[in-house]
């Protein structure tokens, strides 16, 4: 997929672009309801993106004065002290120049002087600089954060191992030989076995093999 730019002039933005994954999750509005649970859910999830080597960046289209004060709302909705800190930043892009740049903004969501609102944005940027995922999911939903850590471990798994991520695939679970990947090539690759499922094509590209 091709690459995000790093933005001069952002330091948070820029280290996405070292040696780390990166996420970037945009938000329509500081003080609103679903983005208090998705952020409320981010923070406790914060260790589990850090075992996977994951930074994470938060953006929304309000200040950083806004951006303290609801965080304190945010740690009080998760139970705790309602303290400024959040365990990432998040980019106060209220001028919307990121919000353009990255085409973040949802037309059909505006504010209400008539401005167009960010969309919930999810890019997943890999060590080498490129965008490797984008989910786009309108205001009125919020996000499923198991399955943004979900399609982190498949992107991290594909990207080191030669096999894809079969529907509804979970760590562990058994993954596809990739169609190129010759027969006696496959075999050497996948000790642990490859499986391949009669079809009635009689094609032989439904191929299985443990999680390597
Ligand atoms: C929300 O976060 O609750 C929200 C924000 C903008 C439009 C709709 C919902």
């Known amino acids: 997929m091709k690459g995000l730019g790093c933005h001069k002039g952002s330091s948070s933005l820029a280290s996405l672009c070292v040696s780390r994954w990166g996420v970037l999750f945009s938000h329509p509005k500081d003080y609103t309801p679903v983005c208090t649970t998705e952020l409320g859910r ?22 950083v004065e806004d951006h303290l004060g609801w965080s304190k709302d945010i740690n009080s909705y998760n139970g705790e002290p309602a ?15 990121l919000a353009i740049q990255l085409g973040m903004l949802d037309p059909d969501e505006r504010d209400k002087d008539g401005i167009p609102l960010t969309a919930r ?3 997943i940027v890999g ?4 965008l490797k995922l984008s989910i786009l999911y309108p205001a009125t939903t919020g996000r499923n954060f198991d399955e943004i850590l979900r399609v982190i ?11 894809a991520t079969p529907v509804d695939w979970k760590p562990g679970d058994r993954c596809m030989v990739l169609p190129n990947i010759p027969e006696e090539e496959a075999k050497a690759l996948f000790p642990d076995g490859v499986f391949t499922k009669d079809l009635p094509s009689g094609k032989k590209y ?3 093999t443990p999680q390597p």
């Open 153 to 163: 471990d498949s992107l991290q798994l594909t990207a080191q191992k030669r096999v």
């Open 121 to 123: 944005c999810v890019f």
């Open 83 to 97: 303290s400024t800190t959040l365990p990432f930043p998040i980019i106060a892009d209220d001028k919307r120049e």
């Open 42 to 63: 981010a923070a406790r999830l914060a260790g589990e993106f850090q075992k996977r080597n994951v930074k994470m960046i938060a953006l929304s289209i309000d200040s």
């Open 127 to 130: 060590p080498d600089k490129r």
């Open 206 to 208: 439904l191929r299985y």
